[in-house]
């Protein structure tokens, strides 16, 4: 054993020279500008203010899931469940408002979903020891299924100050940022805060790290993963109600395949599916990331489908230059 | 000074089967723990003496509840603390410097001190300058304020783990502290500072159970030991009352030692593994080494010395950057595990579990991994071959397993070691490495396993043996190669192989004037 | 008593099987026409494409080490188009309005399987390199593979679905040897062919062995990274022949064909009994799993409930049938 820890040690120690340093603690930021200087040479309507503002715009609904991911993901699990999760709160947000006409009502119940879904999640991952792919899994074909039984069809007209939650911009330094920027930035800023500061965060971290090692020290394992399973849950709803908000209406597909794209960005940025490793920043960046590269595919009037492989590319080599990076360091 | 009435453990009737890594138990037919009877008094240090397997280790990790017993109770000042919840036994204050490797590797030092009992400051959030300044307070107890607090624990050698180790349990201010096998990983003067912070603890009330494989340290520092064997206490006594080291031996071990090993002069043949040159890492010294037909060799040297990491590169695990190994006259290629195994060579790996079997496989399959290819027909494995073959090497090996289908993770770890062992014979294999062939089993299946590896070379199979264990090294080889640094120190050859003469070699310097 | 219990338990098919039986048995009592030959036939007949792509998503969950294959669905899509489009010509391809009948070209039919199975074997060459050789975790490898094979289906038939194809292609979906549908002959013949791989040759052993073991394997002289390589191609070679039937069943290759078809597949390897740790598992239990979906799906069709129901209960179902599998392993345990 000790003999194994001595031969790890021997490829994981390196010089920790200041231009590693740097692009260490950039992490995949250094990408996202890099690649950002690469395209506007590509097109000349991608590097300005608007569009920018529009990636973001559309990256926010995936960061803020993809935060929720990182805990996750941190902790040496995984969550399938997001997407279904998203479709689910948006039908029953849909139904409720619809059938009730009570916005408050129906957005406590959407968010519902997430933490109902979550609580099962965290059940199932953490007291009963179930390989978390699993658990989630089973639970994103009930959420996908559940949203489609509840409402085949989309839903709108909801109340102006909802529509306004999606849409609105908000003047800060003279910039008009759209409103879930900000949430976007300040639910990251909340739990970067939690990870990297509070006694909640470390242990996530030193769950992912050792279990074994962590229930140890009098870690309650199963009860973290519980919380960090409904925190994530609940995250995924609200996303979910921040993106009917944006487009007005709510529908029963709209987080179909989401998941994949939310755990690649945690991946991205950082997180390691190993467990033990991952950045909140690093999760939004992933998500700029992966919204950036369509966007400039878009602007070049690249085909939709030819979109796909190059997004699926592009996946690869990102978390490709984080394995590198983490084999070197 | 022992008396019944302040006693903070109480062990009744304890039993454990064979368990997983989760604690789970696997085959209760194997007992690691039968009817354990324990107790610790107040400010005591208990020594617990076993050899490997002989339950030391499951004994306290039931006390600080990592894993559950099948049968019996566990008191902790009199009151029956609830199986399985390692937080009610740090709760109650136990501690544990665990064998296992128990750190968050991608944690600080500070983080894993504090991890449990973190401190809060303002607004519910981390003080991390009082955990930094609390994890430096440990480590100077420990006088190993060199170690950077803020450093992530897999950036610092094994040594310096083992010391967070140790300050991350005494952080925690017990009232009992087990100390399981601490000092294997340290140097002489960090032992003794450890002494030092033990006999404080001791002066100030805490109770402590110490494993430990260095005899003199009980003498040291022991009131009361404890002898396990096979997953019984044999005995428990004060310290005082112990007429010498050899009279504990004699207990562990339950057998004389002259009988155990069988050893007998076999007639001495060709070379089968010659090394010249070889260099692992570039700055490395060069490694020469020849292992010849009938010859057992031993390869002594502390934790660290490189024994594994040389027999990994002449077995073609891991590649090296230059240099030569030549088996029965045929060069291999480095790196290339499968040359070597078509050469001739076999390994049985320290690490049973992650290297040497496939828990979820049978028995038979697990013995013919290697031979799987002659044992088939055009790539179908013919399975009345192979039930042939396992029973022949099951039979001849003494293997005891409830049929050749039993999934071989249910098996003891001797009998797990059969197989590894047969899996090669029956794959012709006359060069074997044995990676600390006896590590973790008990002492019937170690006098056979010693029994076979004598009937090898008596056949004129060549072994290269590693082993941390001194007597083995003195009682089963020809010639003995010491390592320290990553390169050979000395060889010893018929009557120069001596235990203080192995041991100043592979502690080098110091301790060569300590004259240990 | 206990000890037949305890030997039925032991078998890993023993949850699927049960809990198919439970279901048959209820809607045998409850649902209307539900226990007559054509209707068994269906639903043997339905399962057919995910039992065939739950084969190969068998030998690669049985791989170990977060084994997994997320770009099966994709790759079905893509190689069914890439062999629509060979034996289409391009001046016919885009005329969907009619339907084509196309002469049998045996030549040109073997032509597009060879090119269909070529790209479903590439495609899963590039996941196993990419997990193999780069090391990156087969969930990213593979979900980035989902993404570039849908998107190329799309960009060779520019989101195009392409009806008629020779009769003796259809003939593969849509008739039965003697009363066995050609579909249903074919999974059961693969899933034979798999499971006498897997438990009857070396490869089959080395596999089991690197899944369960990786280290041990390399200490053996195994060839891990081969090994890895090869269940991947397998697997991509199982989805091209999931496409072929899929699209000769509905006379067409549709460039969104097999959407979501790879979690369907993945949970009928692991309703069968196959561990996600790795290093055991069997494709017989993962083609009962897709008997076992398809056989839910039934009686929803049968009392017009609507389609959305039919994923809770499946999602339900798997965690019973994992839970289950908890329980049967604890119970096996010899002590």
């Known amino acids: 054993m000790a003999e194994a820890i001595e031969a790890r040690k021997a490829h994981t120690d390196g010089p920790a020279v200041w231009p590693w340093k740097i692009y260490d603690a950039c992490g995949i930021w250094f990408?996202?500008?890099?690649?950002?200087?690469?395209?506007?040479?590509?097109?000349?309507?991608?590097?300005?203010?608007?569009?920018?503002?529009n990636i973001f715009r559309q990256a926010s609904i995936f960061a803020i899931m993809a935060t929720g991911m990182t805990l996750v993901v941190i902790s040496g699990g995984i969550d399938l469940s997001v997407g279904s999760v998203v479709s689910f709160t948006s039908a029953v947000l849909g139904v409720v408002w619809r059938d009730t006409e009570n916005i408050y009502l129906a957005l406590a119940a959407a968010m519902a979903v997430g933490i109902v879904t979550g609580i099962a999640n965290g059940l199932l991952a953490g007291y009963c020891r179930m390989p978390p792919f699993i658990a989630t899994f089973g639970l994103m074909s009930a959420g996908a299924g559940f949203a489609f039984a509840l409402t085949p069809s989309s839903i709108g007209d909801f109340p102006a100050w909802f529509e306004k939650l999606g849409n609105d911009r908000i003047r800060i330094l003279s910039h008009a940022v759209p409103v879930p920027v900000i949430i976007m930035f300040a639910v990251a800023v909340v739990f970067m805060l939690f990870l990297d500061a509070r006694r909640f965060g470390l242990r996530i971290f030193a769950v992912g790290g050792n279990e074994n090692g962590a229930r140890m020290a009098g870690v309650n394992v199963p009860k973290l993963k519980l919380a960090i399973y409904t925190i994530n849950g609940a995250l995924a709803s609200f996303a979910g109600i921040i993106l009917c908000s944006r487009i007005r209406s709510s529908y029963p597909g709209i987080g179909l395949d989401m998941e994949m794209d939310v755990i690649a960005s945690s991946v991205i940025g950082g997180a390691s599916l190993v467990g033990g490793e991952g950045r909140i920043f690093g999760a939004v960046g992933g998500a700029v990331f992966i919204c950036m590269i369509q966007n400039i595919l878009n602007l070049m009037g690249v085909y939709p489908f030819m979109q796909k492989i190059v997004t699926g590319v592009f996946i690869v080599l990102a978390v490709f230059m984080n394995e590198f990076r983490s084999r070197r360091a | 000074m022992v008396t019944g009435s302040d006693e903070v453990i109480r062990l009744r009737d304890v039993r454990k089967g064979l368990y997983d890594l989760s604690g789970k138990t696997l085959n209760r037919g194997i007992p690691?723990?039968?009817?354990?009877?324990?107790?610790?008094?107040?400010?005591?240090?208990?020594?617990?003496?076993?050899?490997?397997?002989?339950?030391?280790?499951?004994?306290?990790?039931?006390?600080?509840?990592?894993?559950?017993?099948?049968?019996?109770?566990?008191?902790?000042?009199?009151?029956?603390?609830?199986?399985?919840?390692?937080?009610?036994?740090?709760?109650?204050?136990?501690?544990?410097?665990?064998?296992?490797?128990?750190?968050?590797?991608?944690?600080?030092?500070?983080?894993?001190?504090?991890?449990?009992?973190?401190?809060?400051?303002?607004?519910?959030?981390?003080?991390?300058?009082t955990m930094l300044a609390a994890a430096a307070a440990q480590l100077a107890r420990l006088e190993a304020s060199y170690i950077d607090p803020s450093r992530k624990v897999k950036?610092?050698?094994?040594?310096?783990?083992?010391?967070?180790?140790?300050?991350?349990?005494?952080?925690?201010?017990?009232?009992?502290?087990?100390?399981?096998?601490?000092?294997?990983?340290?140097?002489?003067?960090?032992?003794?500072?450890?002494?030092?912070?033990?006999?404080?603890?001791?002066?100030?009330?805490?109770?402590?159970?110490?494993?430990?494989?260095?005899?003199?340290?009980?003498?040291?520092?022991?009131?009361?030991?404890?002898?396990?064997?096979?997953?019984?206490?044999?005995?428990?006594?004060?310290?005082?009352?112990?007429?010498?080291?050899?009279?504990?031996?004699?207990?562990?071990?339950?057998?004389?030692?002259?009988?155990?090993?069988?050893?007998?002069?076999?007639?001495?043949?060709?070379?089968?593994?010659?090394?010249?040159?070889?260099?692992?890492?570039?700055?490395?010294?060069?490694?020469?080494?020849?292992?010849?037909?009938?010859?057992?060799?031993?390869?002594?040297?502390?934790?660290?010395?490189?024994?594994?990491?040389?027999?990994?590169?002449?077995?073609g695990i891991d590649k090296y950057a230059s240099g030569r190994v030549e088996v029965f006259g045929k060069t291999l290629p480095p790196g290339n595990p499968r040359a070597a195994i078509a050469a001739g060579m076999g390994f049985i790996p320290e690490d049973r579990k992650r290297q040497g079997i496939v828990p979820l496989m049978s028995v038979a399959e697990n013995m013919c991994h290697v031979s799987?290819?002659?044992?088939?027909?055009?790539?179908?494995?013919?399975?009345?071959?192979?039930?042939?073959?396992?029973?022949?090497?099951?039979?001849?090996?003494?293997?005891?397993?409830?049929?050749?289908?039993?999934?071989?993770?249910?098996?003891?770890?001797?009998?797990?070691?059969?197989?590894?062992?047969?899996?090669?014979?029956?794959?012709?294999?006359?060069?074997?490495?044995?990676?600390?062939?006896?590590?973790?089993?008990?002492?019937?299946?170690?006098?056979?396993?010693?029994?076979?590896?004598?009937?090898?070379?008596?056949?004129?199979?060549?072994?290269?043996?590693?082993?941390?264990?001194?007597?083995?090294?003195?009682?089963?080889?020809?010639?003995?190669?010491?390592?320290?640094?990553?390169?050979?120190?000395?060889?010893l050859e018929g009557g120069s192989i001596a235990g203080d003469a192995i041991l100043r070699y592979a502690m080098g310097g110091e301790e060569l004037v300590r004259g240990s | 008593m206990a000890t037949a219990l305890k030997r039925i338990l032991s078998f890993k098919e023993a949850p699927i099987v049960f809990l198919i039986l439970v279901v048959a048995l209820l809607c045998g009592v409850f649902v209307p026409n539900f226990l007559t030959a054509a209707n068994l036939v269906n639903i043997l007949s339905q399962s057919a494409t995910v039992g065939i792509m739950a084969i190969g998503i068998t030998l690669v969950i049985i791989s170990g080490s977060g084994g997994i294959d997320l770009s099966a669905g994709s790759i079905l899509g893509v190689s069914s188009i890439v062999m629509a489009m060979t034996i289409i010509p391009p001046e016919l391809y885009r005329d969907t309005a009619a339907m084509l009948v196309l002469p049998n070209d045996y030549w040109v039919i073997f032509k597009a399987l060879v090119f269909c199975m070529g790209v479903g074997m590439f495609c899963g060459f590039l996941n196993g390199a990419m997990v193999a050789w780069v090391g990156l975790p087969p969930f990213i490898a593979t979900l980035a593979m989902m993404t570039a094979a849908r998107g190329l289906a799309a960009y060779i038939s520019a989101g195009i679905p392409t009806y008629g194809l020779p009769t003796s292609l259809v003939w593969v979906g849509q008739n039965s040897?003697?009363?066995?549908?050609?579909?249903?002959?074919?999974?059961?013949?693969?899933?034979?062919?798999?499971?006498?791989?897997?438990?009857?040759?070396?490869?089959?052993?080395?596999?089991?062995?690197?899944?369960?073991?990786?280290?041990?394997?390399?200490?053996?002289?195994?060839?891990?990274?081969?090994?890895?390589?090869?269940?991947?191609?397998?697997?991509?070679?199982?989805?091209?022949?999931?496409?072929?039937?899929?699209?000769?069943?509905?006379?067409?290759?549709?460039?969104?064909?097999?959407?979501?078809?790879?979690?369907?597949?993945?949970?009928?390897?692991?309703?069968?009994?196959?561990?996600?740790?790795?290093?055991?598992?069997?494709?017989?239990?993962?083609?009962?799993?897709?008997?076992?979906?398809?056989?839910?799906?039934?009686?929803?069709?049968?009392?017009?409930?609507?389609?959305?129901?039919?994923?809770?209960?499946?999602?339900?179902?798997?965690?019973?049938?994992?839970?289950?599998?908890?329980?049967?392993?604890?119970?096996?345990?010899?002590?």
Not at chain 2, 388 to 410: C, F, M, N, P, T
């Open chain 1, 31 to 53: 990408w996202v500008v890099v690649f950002a200087l690469v395209f506007s040479r590509l097109s000349p309507y991608f590097l300005n203010y608007r569009n920018f503002s």
């Open chain 3, 177 to 335: 040897l003697w009363f066995v549908p050609v579909p249903v002959a074919l999974m059961i013949a693969l899933a034979v062919i798999v499971h006498i791989i897997l438990t009857r040759t070396t490869y089959g052993m080395s596999l089991l062995a690197v899944g369960g073991n990786r280290e041990t394997s390399r200490f053996c002289g195994m060839n891990v990274k081969g090994t890895l390589i090869s269940v991947y191609v397998i697997c991509g070679l199982f989805a091209a022949v999931g496409g072929v039937i899929l699209s000769a069943r509905s006379n067409q290759a549709h460039p969104d064909a097999g959407i979501g078809y790879e979690l369907s597949a993945i949970s009928a390897a692991v309703l069968g009994g196959t561990s996600m740790m790795g290093g055991s598992g069997g494709v017989l239990g993962a083609v009962l799993g897709a008997v076992f979906l398809s056989l839910i799906q039934n009686p929803i069709n049968l009392l017009n409930i609507p389609v959305a129901y039919m994923k809770p209960i499946m999602g339900a179902l798997i965690v019973i049938a994992v839970l289950l599998d908890q329980w049967r392993k604890k119970q096996s345990i010899g002590d």
């Open chain 2, 372 to 491: 799987a290819r002659r044992l088939s027909w055009h790539g179908f494995v013919s399975i009345g071959k192979r039930r042939k073959l396992a029973a022949d090497y099951v039979s001849r090996l003494k293997v005891a397993a409830a049929s050749l289908g039993q999934e071989i993770r249910y098996l003891s770890g001797g009998n797990q070691q059969k197989v590894i062992l047969g899996k090669w014979l029956s794959a012709n294999s006359r060069l074997l490495i044995f990676d600390e062939p006896t590590r973790g089993i008990d002492v019937g299946a170690k006098s056979a396993i010693y029994r076979l590896m004598v009937d090898l070379a008596r056949r004129g199979a060549a072994i290269l043996m590693i082993s941390s264990e001194l007597q083995e090294i003195v009682g089963m080889s020809d010639r003995v190669f010491i390592m320290r640094n990553r390169g050979v120190v000395a060889t």
């Open chain 2, 155 to 315: 950036r610092l050698p094994v040594a310096e783990q083992q010391l967070v180790e140790i300050a991350k349990a005494l952080a925690a201010e017990p009232r009992v502290l087990i100390l399981d096998e601490p000092t294997s990983a340290l140097t002489d003067n960090q032992v003794d500072m450890l002494f030092k912070v033990v006999r404080l603890l001791k002066s100030g009330g805490v109770s402590m159970i110490y494993i430990t494989h260095k005899l003199k340290e009980i003498f040291e520092i022991g009131d009361r030991v404890t002898v396990l064997r096979d997953g019984r206490t044999i005995r428990t006594i004060p310290v005082n009352e112990v007429a010498d080291v050899g009279e504990m031996i004699q207990m562990m071990i339950g057998s004389k030692l002259e009988n155990l090993f069988h050893k007998e002069a076999c007639p001495v043949g060709d070379a089968a593994l010659v090394v010249e040159n070889l260099v692992g890492r570039p700055g490395d010294q060069a490694v020469d080494l020849v292992v010849r037909k009938g010859e057992i060799v031993g390869l002594a040297g502390i934790v660290g010395a490189g024994r594994t990491e040389l027999a990994r590169m002449i077995f």
């Open chain 2, 32 to 129: 690691v723990l039968s009817d354990i009877n324990f107790s610790l008094a107040k400010g005591e240090i208990h020594v617990l003496l076993g050899e490997n397997g002989a339950g030391k280790s499951s004994l306290v990790k039931v006390i600080c509840g990592a894993i559950e017993p099948d049968q019996g109770k566990v008191f902790i000042e009199g009151e029956e603390i609830p199986a399985n919840d390692p937080g009610k036994a740090l709760s109650s204050g136990v501690a544990i410097v665990s064998q296992e490797f128990s750190l968050c590797p991608n944690l600080t030092v500070a983080e894993n001190i504090a991890l449990g009992r973190e401190q809060i400051g303002a607004g519910g959030f981390l003080d991390k300058k």
